[in-house]
């Protein structure tokens, strides 16, 4: 055997044994990836800080509260008792809990066909344009929430615009009692929670595929049909996020319903903060907090696993 064969099979071993360490070397190093290091977790500790001390420790408080009593000074008395949460299933707080779920769902089915074709146009839109329509959406959050809701009163008022301009116009003959009714509290929801429902969609839409609609509508498919059959379903991850951002914190919302509704059309939230305000009863505001928290946490829990089966759907 000839010494360039000798070198030759020399070359072969070292690059087969090489080719092996680096093998067993690589699952070692895609784990020490993978692995979060100590450095990782110290970058987490001032957010886990802040989420234990303004929202665990407070609902942990919320818990303990409600299967508590109170004195008649309004102080609360450490005894277990389930009385607060059988007063909550009290027929009063049951219908109120019921209209607080109507006014949620009718704010958020309004915010949906509003917020969409807006949404729709948004993203759509060339990319000058896009930027300029999104800033007009966030317009309204460089304004105080309370100043833009007495914006409303101003508007709904029998003096106010609207009254004004319908009698200009001899719409009507007389002011129409606009302000403190039903009317004026899903005016108000409406207004406040439409940005929360617009930028979840837009988020879809922008990652609209054109090649999926124009190939939809190459097979035959109508404006209508591609519209129900594609883009709603692409866009079903935005609707269902904005639905959670709206329909759950509408539920709780008070200040809309004292100011536009006049304590008139009284929600959840007005209930809860009169029992820990006015009424001094904190352990039953606390049980109407956490059976709140509950019916927050099942209908999370039911959009997020009505998303997976519409997943696995498409996957299949």
């Known amino acids: 055997m000839s010494t360039l064969d000798l070198q030759a099979q020399s070359t072969s071993r070292v690059e087969r044994g090489t080719r092996s360490a680096t093998a067993q070397a690589a699952p070692a190093q895609i784990i020490d990836r993978r692995t979060p290091r100590w450095r990782a977790w110290l970058l987490l500790t001032p957010m886990m800080t802040w989420l234990v001390a303004f929202v665990v420790a407070p609902t942990a408080i919320l818990l303990v509260y409600s299967f508590c009593e109170h004195d008649e000074l309004g102080r609360v008395v450490y005894s277990f008792t389930l009385d607060n949460y059988h007063r909550v299933f009290d027929p009063v707080y049951v219908r109120i809990f019921a209209r607080s779920i109507w006014y949620a769902a009718l704010t958020t089915a309004i915010c949906v066909i509003v917020g969409f074709p807006v949404a729709y146009c948004i993203g759509r839109a060339n990319e000058a344009w896009r930027q300029r329509l999104l800033l007009l959406v966030m317009v309204p959050f460089w304004t105080s929430f309370l100043i833009r809701t007495y914006a409303w009163i101003t508007i709904l008022k029998q003096e106010g615009i609207l009254n004004g301009m319908l009698h200009a116009l001899s719409i009507t003959a ?10 004026a509290v899903v005016v108000g929801l409406v207004y406040a929670y439409l940005p929360f429902m617009i930028l979840p969609i837009y988020g879809s839409v922008e990652k609209l595929d054109n090649s999926v609609i124009e190939a939809a509508h190459d097979l035959g498919a109508g404006p209508l049909r591609v519209f129900s059959t594609v883009v709603i379903p692409l866009t079903m991850p935005g609707i269902a996020a904005g639905t959670v951002l709206v329909f759950v914190p509408a539920i709780g919302m008070f200040a809309i319903t004292d100011l536009l509704g006049g304590a008139r059309v009284p929600l959840i939230g007005n209930v809860i903060q009169n029992q820990f305000m006015q009424a001094r009863d904190w352990p039953f505001g606390a049980a109407l907090g956490m059976v709140f928290l509950l019916f927050f946490a ?19």
């Open 174 to 183: 007389a002011p129409l009692d606009l302000l403190y009714t039903p009317f």
């Open 298 to 316: 099942a209908t999370y829990w039911l959009l997020q696993r009505r998303n997976g089966e519409e997943e696995e759907g498409h996957r299949a």
